[in-house]
């Protein structure tokens, strides 16, 4: 007999909710997506139980992404706390929604907030890679096909497109885990280069992969979404003005 991941009603009803914004994703036919959710709804209850209004934990979100690449320019092994802040600002920005979703205090504006502020975020831990020693080229890559990528959906769903569309390779989580991998290499590097005399470089070699990462998987995503709301929208009439 399947395990409930998230055995609270408050959980299962945020879980309801948040496969509708999305579409009507099956959390659990990922095992990915319902752990995450299962750990955010984890966090996110004793706040929703104290009512903590979403969009201060969404303010609390922003300001650990900012963070990020002030703490990745720090020396020494500094970069590995700029990783927990990475991991953080995720918690926290899936938190929010969580918290609105039990309370039943989600809106319309909420969602746009928390995408603008997602975006802000996306550039903000991406900087961090720069700040790091990563090339400002594939830096500045990274984020603008992150941000095409993310326009191209909020088009598709202004054309008629239910949801995300698909989950693609780029998600946040995966944002969050290429900025953290790159912290704590970064930081291990630095606490053995104290140890051990290592050439010169090694951190802004890095930095550059994972900035150079960052902007494949943004391309490869931006591909792959486009083919299916082609698919999705291609035989549909554009809507016209009356």
């Known amino acids: 007999m399947p395990v409930d991941p998230d055995p609270d009603p408050a959980g299962r009803l945020a879980r309801d909710r948040w496969s509708a914004a999305h579409g009507g994703v099956d959390p659990d036919a990922s095992r990915w997506i319902s752990g995450w959710l299962a750990l955010v ?16 934990i969404t303010a609390a979100g922003l300001i650990a992404s900012a963070l990020v690449p002030l703490v ?6 500094w970069p590995i706390a700029a990783a927990v802040l990475a991991v953080a600002a995720g918690l926290l920005d899936g938190m929010d929604g969580a918290v609105a979703r039990m309370n039943g205090t989600d809106t319309a504006w909420g969602a746009v907030l928390d995408e603008l502020v997602d975006r802000i975020s996306d550039l903000l831990l991406l900087s961090a890679l720069w700040v790091l020693g990563a090339p400002a080229w594939a830096c500045l890559a990274a984020g603008a096909l992150t941000l095409l990528l993310e326009s191209l959906r909020s088009s598709a769903r202004g054309g008629g497109m239910v949801g995300v569309g698909v989950i693609t390779v780029w998600e946040r989580p995966s944002r969050i885990i290429v900025v953290m991998t790159v912290g704590v290499l970064c930081g291990l590097v630095r606490i053995v280069q104290d140890a051990v005399d290592l050439p010169d470089g090694a951190v802004e070699v890095l930095a550059g992969v994972g900035a150079v990462v960052a902007a494949v998987l943004a391309a490869w995503s931006t591909v792959h979404l486009a083919l299916v709301v082609r698919r999705s929208l291609g035989v549909r ?6």
């Open 41 to 56: 709804h984890r966090l996110a209850r004793p706040l929703a139980a104290r009512r903590v209004p979403p969009s201060l």
């Open 237 to 242: 009439k554009a809507p016209r003005d009356r």
């Open 72 to 77: 990745a320019g720090a020396p020494g092994a």
